[in-house]
């Protein structure tokens, strides 16, 4: 793309800034942001309650961590969403009370404890994604393989330079 579209479908010249001191083309993309992340976090609100009826819309995360990483001490996890230790601790006793997490010794140090998603904790968080990437596939359906892979690569980009 060499340019972005403005007020009225006028095209800028890429990297222009126009008379209000803006940037067209982070203006375009803090607003397709905004969006996007507001459509991510009620569809994680709704996953959720997929998963269990009672499990908060940020537990949907830590399932998908947890099935990544598989057992993960609670500090680790905090540390990988950003949140305090405090928070994790709560949400880790809220999914364990549901029956989706377990905890067990960390056989590396014994004062701390590995957690990890039980049979059926796994069970339903993959039903659940699966029927997700269903419908990724299906919205996507008319997008060539490449600008998918494109949007991942970029998405996982964006991702990389947020952690650091």
Excluded: C, I
């Excluded at 940020?58 to 305090?84: H, I, K, N, P, S």
Aim: proline letters at 3%; a neutral charge; zero cysteines.
């Amino acid at each position: 793309m060499h340019g972005s579209e403005g007020a009225g479908g006028h095209r800028a010249p890429e990297g222009e800034v126009g008379s209000a001191g803006v940037d067209h083309e982070f203006l375009s993309l803090e607003r397709e942001l905004a969006v996007f992340l507001r459509r991510a976090r009620a569809a994680s609100g709704d996953m959720a309650r997929e998963v269990h009826p009672e499990l908060e819309p940020a537990a949907y995360g830590l399932l998908v961590r947890l099935d990544e990483a598989d057992r993960q001490r609670a500090t680790e996890l905090a540390a990988w969403f950003g949140v305090g230790k405090a928070t994790m601790s709560r949400q880790l006793r809220a999914m364990e009370d549901l029956g989706l997490v377990t905890r067990e010794p960390d056989p590396a140090d014994g004062r701390a404890s590995l957690v990890a998603l039980t049979d059926g904790g796994r069970e339903r968080f993959r039903r659940v994604r699966d029927a997700r990437r269903a419908r990724y596939v299906r919205k996507l359906a008319d997008w060539d393989r490449l600008e998918v892979a494109e949007l991942a690569r970029l998405l996982h980009q964006l991702n990389s330079r947020a952690e650091s």
